[in-house]
């Protein structure tokens, strides 16, 4: 796709550049979104493409809760962020989802997904990270994927606690406006961390850089 998902930060809910990457997502006309309004976001759910955009109230505007797509006031949201869903084709793997809301999205099916990165830093020492400029998102990116890229994560959590209930862990760097939520039995339980890496991505938010 000529356009990058990332380009879309920023943009009203009616602008034309939105409208053209659900469309090549969906390869013709795109069902309406599942439109979820509160005072201080709004969502929009494309259930059958695996997406949700988040827009966030601006100009002192306030959505009531529960709005219809035609009463929000589209000149004042922007979209802030932006989550990309790859559910567990396996039925049994979709029944140990811990996390129920999440199996409602079909998988993006926009991968192969290249997501642009933030230049290489220094520290005070002067030496550099070397990382690519890019990140390759398919639907089979493990953890340890995400890490040799990016390198290590700004903050992590997730994975304590007994298998069956546990939260799956999850990975943000905020220097790139990204934050992975893995799942499968490899991303919750004790030992979380260290089969971690063999963890397949379950949800990719994109935001702006911080």
């Not at 879309?8 to 309406?32: M, Q, R």
């Not at 192969?112 to 690519?132: N, Q």
Request: one cysteine or more; proline letters at 6%.
């Amino acid at each position: 796709m000529s356009l990058s998902i990332q380009n879309l930060l920023g943009l009203h809910p009616t602008a034309e550049a939105i409208a053209s990457y659900l469309s090549s997502l969906a390869s013709g006309d795109v069902a309406e979104p599942e439109v979820k309004s509160y005072s201080d976001a709004v969502y929009f759910n494309y259930y059958a493409l695996g997406l949700s955009l988040l827009f966030a109230p601006k100009n002192g505007y306030k959505p009531s809760t529960g709005l219809a797509k035609s009463a929000l006031r589209n000149q004042d949201l922007v979209l802030e962020g932006i989550d990309l869903y790859n559910t567990p084709a396996n039925p049994q793997a979709k029944a140990k989802s811990g996390r129920k809301a999440e199996l409602a999205f079909l998988t993006f099916p926009g991968t192969p997904l290249s997501l642009d990165l933030s230049e290489s830093t220094t520290d005070k020492d002067g030496k550099g990270d070397s990382r690519a400029s890019q990140l390759t998102v398919n639907t089979d990116t493990t953890g340890k994927d995400f890490v040799a890229c990016l390198g290590e994560p700004t903050r992590k959590g997730g994975g304590a606690g007994p298998s069956s209930g546990s939260i799956g862990i999850w990975c943000e760097w905020t220097r790139d406006g990204l934050m992975v939520e893995f799942g499968g039995d490899e991303a919750k339980g004790p030992q979380a961390w260290e089969r971690g890496k063999d963890a397949g991505w379950r949800v990719l938010s994109i935001a702006s850089p911080s």
